[in-house]
């Protein structure tokens, strides 16, 4: 079985720094640079990883194709919200960590192309680098950068490259 991956001491400052485009600014201004950005990018797909960010891409009818949310904003809970979705599958992935339940759970619902929400119990932040990994080419992936914006990760190989070589760097341990 496929390991499991945790991040180490060495790795953490990676996470500090947006993985895509930053997009300051509050919320309204945030999605109408991004509306504006999904209008010339024309992308594939748009996958949410946040609870912030994909309330707010609902809220203004934007509607991505996989929605990673844990009910929490900044580690403190959030009133549950359970977003319109074909499937609605829940998950355990650990703080600091990325599981093979996570990565199977966003690799089925990208292959299967159907509105998918996946709820996580634990945390779904470094989900991002899975949700690039797996997403076709030229999607949006997006998560919160908090107190500053959002971010926007546009799938490439290049970027598939980066998220495959941060995922190299960190711990693995055998899934049970």
Same mark, same amino acid.
């Given at each position: /079985?496929?390991?499991?991956?945790?991040?180490?001491?060495?790795?953490?400052? !990676?996470?500090?720094?947006?993985?895509?485009?930053?997009?300051?600014?509050?919320?309204?201004?945030?999605?109408?640079?991004?509306?504006? /950005?999904?209008?010339?990018?024309?992308?594939?797909?748009?996958?949410?990883?946040?609870?912030?960010?994909?309330?707010?891409?609902?809220?203004?009818?934007?509607?991505?194709?996989?929605?990673?949310?844990?009910?929490?904003?900044?580690?403190?809970?959030? $009133?549950? !919200?359970?977003?319109?979705?074909?499937?609605?599958?829940?998950?355990?992935?650990?703080?600091? !960590?990325?599981?093979?339940?996570?990565?199977?759970?966003?690799?089925?619902?990208?292959?299967?192309?159907?509105?998918?929400?996946?709820?996580?119990?634990?945390?779904?932040?470094?989900?991002?680098?899975?949700?690039?990994?797996?997403?076709?080419?030229?999607?949006?992936?997006?998560?919160?950068?908090?107190?500053?914006? /959002?971010?926007?990760?546009?799938?490439?190989?290049?970027?598939?490259?980066?998220?495959?070589?941060?995922?190299?760097?960190?711990?693995?341990? $055998?899934?049970?």
């Amino acid at each position: /079985m496929p390991p499991d991956y945790s991040v180490t001491p060495d790795i953490i400052s !990676k996470f500090k720094e947006p993985f895509g485009k930053l997009i300051q600014g509050t919320s309204a201004e945030t999605i109408n640079k991004l509306e504006t /950005m999904a209008k010339k990018e024309k992308p594939t797909s748009i996958i949410s990883v946040g609870d912030t960010v994909s309330r707010n891409l609902h809220k203004h009818h934007i509607i991505p194709q996989l929605s990673i949310t844990d009910n929490k904003s900044m580690r403190r809970k959030l $009133q549950p !919200k359970i977003f319109p979705a074909k499937n609605l599958v829940k998950i355990r992935n650990p703080q600091g !960590k990325i599981t093979q339940q996570a990565i199977t759970a966003i690799r089925n619902a990208l292959e299967a192309n159907t509105h998918t929400h996946i709820l996580v119990e634990g945390e779904e932040d470094l989900l991002t680098l899975i949700a690039v990994l797996y997403a076709k080419e030229n999607s949006l992936v997006i998560y919160g950068q908090p107190r500053k914006g /959002m971010v926007v990760v546009k799938v490439t190989d290049a970027k598939k490259a980066e998220a495959q070589e941060i995922l190299r760097f960190m711990k693995t341990t $055998q899934a049970n």
